[in-house]
């Protein structure tokens, strides 16, 4: 029925979905499988307008679309991040989303000490843009968190974890698409803990 409902375009269910993905959630993959035969009937047409006004999101859809197009190029987003403070300002909350991308493209890379740098930077901006309670702040503390996690620093990721997941329940609701990350959060924290059973308890609520 879920994946009824994300070929139907239900907002909710689509937005679980995306979420799912972009968390490495374990059911990720066969809800990808369940999906591929229904892709493939949408075209990439291009970008347009002066680099100078784009915004986080088209800046860091360049650069992937960039990839997309010539892989073998080494290439790197910073720049990104680099032209939204020239054009926005360090502090503009656009530059904690391009900062929240670059720390997850290079926890992928294993580098995950650059990574903790990122997020240190974006939770600064997050906090002086949102405040401590917004979701946007709640999102880059369980981010950085997941990366102390990584890193070794177990209590740390602990105190992050939990307050980010606290926080972010309170700003969304329980019921939220958005909670999948912390639940994920959550459950990896708890595995690396040797806490079997309730990293499988999170797992289950994510």
């Known amino acids: 029925a879920f994946v009824e409902q994300v070929l139907a375009g239900e907002r909710g269910p689509v937005a679980r979905a995306i979420t799912m993905v972009e968390n490495e959630h374990p059911a990720a993959s066969d809800l990808l499988t369940a999906l591929y035969p229904s892709t493939g009937r949408a075209y990439r047409v291009g970008i347009t307008g002066p680099i100078e006004s784009a915004d986080a999101g088209g800046l860091y859809t360049m650069y992937h679309f960039g990839k997309s197009l010539m892989p073998h190029l080494d290439t790197s987003p910073e720049p990104a991040a ?106 990896r924290l708890r595995r690396d803990q040797g806490r079997a059973a309730e990293a499988a308890a999170a797992f289950r609520e994510g």
């Open 82 to 187: 680099a032209i939204a403070e020239k054009a926005q300002g360090p502090t503009h909350p656009d530059v904690a989303s391009i900062l929240n991308s670059l720390a997850r493209l290079h926890g992928r890379q294993g580098r995950i000490e650059e990574g903790i740098a990122l997020l240190e930077r974006a939770l600064e901006i997050c906090r002086a843009t949102y405040g401590a309670a917004h979701a946007e702040t709640a999102t880059t503390l369980l981010r950085l968190g997941d990366f102390a996690r990584q890193a070794g620093r177990l209590e740390r990721a602990e105190r992050l974890v939990t307050t980010g997941k606290e926080r972010l329940i309170a700003a969304l609701g329980a019921e939220h698409p958005r909670l999948v990350e912390a639940w994920m959060a959550l459950g």
